[in-house]
């Protein structure tokens, strides 16, 4: 099947090698050129575990194209569109200007027959809309709506192995023809038993927002408890696992930490209120305030804890920060906590140093004005304290018996809560866990 892949990011450029290594005919579009450039040099132009390695392999089969031109989706019979959908600057409300314009942008090169596939993360109402512009445009063309549900780090096996696909179409109708055209081009996914589920159009839509602000709510309700448990001594992990075992609540997504950050959660409900609001339903996710709020005190929570670590002042102290991205495996730095806290200890006085081993780049667009060091070791060298902030596998791993042979003073805060204390603590260091004793 031919099938043209419109925005090229995070999302789209994923979605685009992974539908060639299914076989399809693909064409990948959009407006940065620099991006198109690398893609079709079979470089990724961001970080995600063996998407280089499969752009490289797909492009040898010559399924798989990259165009600047909206042009190039002519003669496709499937269009997915994968552009982002941002915060609205000083607004929690989604821009959906590129969405809008990718799809009104498409309309001239439809073809009765075609399917339109939304896959980005939008407000509740948008498909309905944008279902009304491709009938107008070409009566004989469909409109669905498909969300992702990618995992940065893991994007490339979320892709070509889904835990489920959701199909929404009007009315919801399993007899849809375009359903059945969707399904030929996820045929090895329905083959090897993923669940799919059809759906009424804003039901496909809230899907997305509705699983990301459950997880938001889990997150938040885990480092809550961490408050709970410094406030009287209690040991949040413990805690975590005891409930965990409960198959009711389950142990993902309860580790105790700094909190949630990335392009899709922050952002995501933050949207998802703002659309209740439009709707008349606000009152319906008022819950979501107070886990968006949780989530950003965990952050001033982090500074205020290393102060005390510092022996309560930052002034002129070394501290070295462990992390740069949102989480480990990616370099996507957007709304990271790692890189908020560290330029919040910096305008307090510290001398903050950052390590990533994917991310400074992005980082350092970021936040110039914080220091960077490529290489651990480097960092580590004459730090005050130690901040783990993105639970990377080398700084799980680091040995505290050497890096304590780096370091002027052996303080260590584990914003993840994934160090073994007892082992910190036996090295000589002063071990700070979030929600531990």
């Known amino acids: 099947m031919r099938i043209s892949v419109i925005g090229c990011g995070y999302l789209g450029a994923v979605h685009a090698a992974c539908m060639a290594k299914l076989g399809h005919d693909v064409v990948g579009i ?35 194209t990259f165009s600047t031109e909206l042009s190039a989706a002519e003669g496709s019979h499937v269009h997915f569109i994968c552009v982002g959908t941002p915060q609205k ?49 070409e009566p004989a063309a469909h409109l669905l709506w498909n ?80 408050e709970l448990c410094d406030a009287v001594g209690a040991d ?12 009711r609540i389950g142990r993902r997504f309860l580790n105790a930490g700094i909190g949630f950050g990335g392009g899709c959660l922050p952002k995501d409900i933050r949207a998802f209120m703002a659309r209740a609001g439009e709707l008349g339903a606000d009152q319906a996710l008022t819950f979501l305030r107070e886990v968006d709020a949780i989530n950003m005190r965990r952050r001033s929570r982090v500074v205020e804890l290393t102060r005390e670590l510092c022996d309560g002042s930052l002034l002129g102290k070394r501290i070295t920060v462990l992390g740069a991205a949102f989480k480990p495996e990616s370099d996507d730095v957007r709304d990271s906590p790692a890189l908020s806290v560290a330029a919040q200890l910096q305008l307090q006085g510290a001398v903050v140093t950052v390590t990533d081993p994917e991310a400074l780049a992005n980082a350092a667009r970021r936040f110039p004005e914080l ?23 080398e700084y799980r791993d680091l040995d505290p018996y050497e890096a304590a042979a780096l370091v002027s003073t052996c303080k260590i805060l584990d914003g993840r809560n994934v160090l073994d204390p007892s082992k910190w603590r036996a090295a000589g260091w002063t071990y700070r866990g979030l929600g531990r004793p």
């Open 147 to 226: 969300p992702e549900f990618l995992r940065e780090g893991h994007a490339v096996a979320d892709t070509l192995s889904p835990d489920r696909l959701v199909y929404g179409i009007e009315g919801g109708s399993e007899e849809h023809p375009a359903v059945q055209k969707l399904d030929e081009v996820y045929a090895a996914s329905i083959q090897a038993g993923t669940p799919r589920l059809v759906t009424d159009l804003p039901t496909a839509e809230l899907v997305k927002t509705a699983a990301n602000s459950f997880l938001a709510t889990k997150i938040s309700f885990i480092n809550a408890m961490a």
């Open 236 to 247: 949040v992990t413990l805690l975590a696992d005891a409930i965990g075992m409960d198959n």
């Open 89 to 137: 600057k000083g607004e929690n409300a989604a821009d959906l200007s590129y969405v809008n314009a990718a799809l009104h942008g498409l309309v001239p090169y439809l073809s009765p027959g075609d399917l339109v596939v939304g896959k980005s993360t939008v407000p509740v109402g948008t498909a309905t809309r944008l279902a009304e512009v491709v009938e107008e445009s």
């Open 371 to 393: 220091h960077y060091e490529h290489v651990t070791e480097s960092a580590l060298t004459r730090a005050n304290a130690v901040l783990l902030l993105t639970e990377w596998q």
């Open 30 to 64: 959009d407006v940065d050129e620099t991006k198109i450039k690398d893609l079709a040099g079979a470089k990724a132009p961001f970080y995600e575990p063996g998407l280089e390695e499969l752009l490289a392999e797909v492009q040898t089969t010559g399924r798989l």
